[in-house]
């Protein structure tokens, strides 16, 4: 119960702040020019990158006392921060550091979802009076639904998967405090040669993957084609 406490909160902290996240660097890289072409390189780049690597070299920016992150604080004149360290730090430290590495892949889906948008919605729309805003919750939002169910979905299921990050900086620790649910799996299975166990962890963890599928279905089934 423990893990799956966990993992349903790495859940809910990762996948509405990088979806946000990614809907607002859409916005923002969507112009065709060499700068914008440039910059979405660089978003898109850390997606690319080794896991291992990633959570190797974010441990180290975390160390309390030679991290580069805590440099900066005590730039600042502000005292030194624990994060990995920490139980109530370490997840949401785990989950800074996967949207940080995730959110370029959902940008360049809902990018994708905004170039399919017809220009001519806007253009009727502008023509009619309508603001930025209005353009947004009435044409750009409505339009990219699909997208966006998309990006939740796949990434809550890509979520309660999580390993590496944990594996590499926390161990599951501290207190149990990031000890997900496929690490719990492993503990288990492989360190405590409790298969039996393991096997059934496993089970339940396929039956919320296949609930979460159904429901991605049902929804885009549900939806009329634009």
Same mark, same amino acid.
Request: hydrophobic residues 50%; aromatic residues 14%.
């Given at each position: 119960?423990?893990?799956?406490?966990?993992?349903?909160?790495?859940?809910?902290? +990762?996948?509405?702040?990088?979806?946000?996240?990614?809907?607002?660097?859409?916005?923002?890289?969507? +112009?065709?020019?060499?700068?914008?072409?440039?910059?979405?390189?660089?978003?898109?780049?850390?997606?690319?990158?080794?896991?291992?690597?990633?959570?190797?070299?974010?441990?180290?920016?975390?160390?309390?006392?030679?991290?580069?992150?805590?440099?900066?604080?005590?730039?600042?004149?502000?005292?030194?921060?624990?994060? &990995?360290?920490?139980?109530?730090?370490?997840?949401?430290?785990?989950?800074?550091?996967?949207?940080?590495?995730?959110?370029?892949?959902?940008?360049?889906?809902?990018?994708?979802?905004?170039?399919?948008?017809?220009?001519?919605?806007?253009?009727?729309?502008?023509?009619?009076?309508?603001?930025?805003?209005?353009?947004?919750?009435?044409?750009?939002?409505?339009?990219?639904?699909?997208?966006?169910?998309?990006?939740?979905?796949? /990434?809550?299921?890509?979520?309660?998967?999580?390993?590496?990050?944990?594996?590499?900086?926390?161990?599951?620790?501290?207190?149990?405090?990031?000890?997900?649910?496929?690490?719990?799996?492993? /503990?288990?299975?492989?360190?405590?040669?409790?298969?039996?166990?393991?096997?059934? &962890?496993?089970?339940?963890?396929?039956?919320?993957?296949?609930?979460?599928?159904?429901? /991605? /279905?049902?929804?885009?089934?549900?939806?009329?084609?634009?």
């Amino acid at each position: 119960w423990k893990s799956l406490q966990v993992t349903f909160l790495y859940v809910i902290l +990762k996948v509405p702040l990088q979806t946000v996240l990614a809907l607002g660097l859409a916005l923002f890289v969507q +112009k065709e020019t060499r700068s914008m072409a440039v910059l979405r390189s660089f978003i898109f780049a850390p997606f690319i990158t080794s896991l291992v690597v990633v959570s190797t070299l974010w441990a180290m920016m975390y160390h309390t006392q030679h991290g580069l992150i805590n440099s900066i604080i005590r730039t600042l004149g502000l005292p030194s921060q624990t994060f &990995l360290s920490n139980p109530k730090r370490a997840l949401p430290a785990i989950t800074f550091m996967m949207i940080w590495k995730d959110v370029g892949w959902n940008m360049i889906i809902l990018l994708a979802g905004l170039k399919g948008i017809p220009r001519m919605y806007y253009e009727a729309a502008l023509v009619d009076g309508a603001s930025r805003r209005q353009l947004f919750w009435h044409i750009t939002l409505p339009l990219l639904k699909r997208s966006l169910q998309f990006v939740v979905l796949s /990434q809550s299921i890509f979520a309660f998967q999580v390993f590496v990050p944990v594996y590499v900086m926390t161990r599951g620790g501290p207190q149990d405090s990031t000890k997900v649910m496929v690490y719990y799996i492993y /503990q288990n299975g492989f360190f405590f040669q409790e298969m039996g166990y393991a096997s059934a &962890l496993s089970v339940i963890l396929l039956l919320i993957l296949l609930a979460i599928s159904v429901i /991605q /279905q049902r929804l885009t089934s549900a939806e009329p084609e634009y």
